[in-house]
T-cell receptor, first 114, second 113 residues
Framework: DSGVTQTPKHLITATGQRVTLRCSPR?????VYWYQQSLDQGLQFLIQ???????AKGNILERFSAQQFPDLHSELNLSSLELGDSALYFC?????????????FGPGTRLTVT | AQSVTQLDSQVPVFEEAPVELRCNYSSSVSVYLFWYVQYPNQGLQLLLK??????LVKGINGFEAEFNKSQTSFHLRKPSVHISDTAEYFCAARDFNDYKLSFGAGTTVTVRA
């Protein structure tokens, strides 16, 4: 158990809908990262937050957004969902940012868009 | 930015045999290197990491990896595998002063009795 929690574990929704994925980092970690794992694209970095502020952006679609709240939990919002958004979404956390080498991954949320 | 290439997508191996998973990276700057394991229906778990210093790093569950700067490689090895090592293995890299991990496509290891 990494200490990172993600909810829900599974999510099935229809095209065009909007969903919110939630992540609670390990106790004391200030940085949260979101990754998408799909069969065609593999594991890709989406976005990073550090202590409530966006720190880095990767291959994140404009239909996707994220935020980190004062209690350090983070939410990833996916809107206007398409079939191709079906994937496993991971959250990871680390103590700080560049000087924290290890990212601890949660169990993931499996999103199925039908 | 860097890219990570895992040279084998599938590696079948018999129990108690050795295994090597190959990983090459490309980067214009110095990098940190990692191997993660993903067991079925689970998240990613860190096996080992190379930050600096000794090029041979030891990790959990009897795994080790060797950093080779001239060949830009970071191959993972285990001298004797168990059935429980059946999983997907990911090589990842991170530039100094960067935040994101770049992952390889993964290598599925299937251990047979």
């Amino acid at each position: 158990d990494s200490g990172v929690t993600q909810t829900p574990k599974h999510l099935i929704t229809a095209t065009g809908q909007r969903v919110t994925l939630r992540c609670s980092p390990r106790s004391g970690d200030l940085s949260v990262y979101w990754y998408q794992q799909s069969l065609d694209q593999g594991l890709q970095f989406l976005i990073q937050y550090y202590n409530g502020e966006e720190r880095a952006k990767g291959n994140i679609l404009e239909r996707f957004s994220a935020q980190q709240f004062p209690d350090l939990h983070s939410e990833l919002n996916l809107s206007s969902l398409e079939l191709g958004d079906s994937a496993l979404y991971f959250c990871a956390s680390s103590l700080t940012g560049t000087d924290s080498y290890e990212q601890y991954f949660g169990p993931g949320t499996r999103l199925t868009v039908t | 930015a860097q890219s990570v290439t895992q040279l084998d997508s599938q590696v079948p191996v018999f129990e108690e045999a050795p295994v090597e998973l190959r990983c090459n990276y490309s980067s214009s700057v110095s990098v940190y290197l990692f191997w993660y394991v993903q067991y079925p229906n689970q998240g990613l778990q860190l096996l080992l990491k190379y930050l600096s210093g000794s090029t041979l790093v030891k990790g959990i569950n009897g795994f080790e990896a060797e950093f080779n700067k001239s060949q830009t490689s970071f191959h993972l090895r285990k001298p004797s595998v168990h059935i429980s090592d059946t999983a997907e293995y990911f090589c990842a890299a991170r530039d100094f002063n960067d935040y994101k991990l770049s992952f390889g496509a993964g290598t599925t290891v299937t251990v047979r009795a």
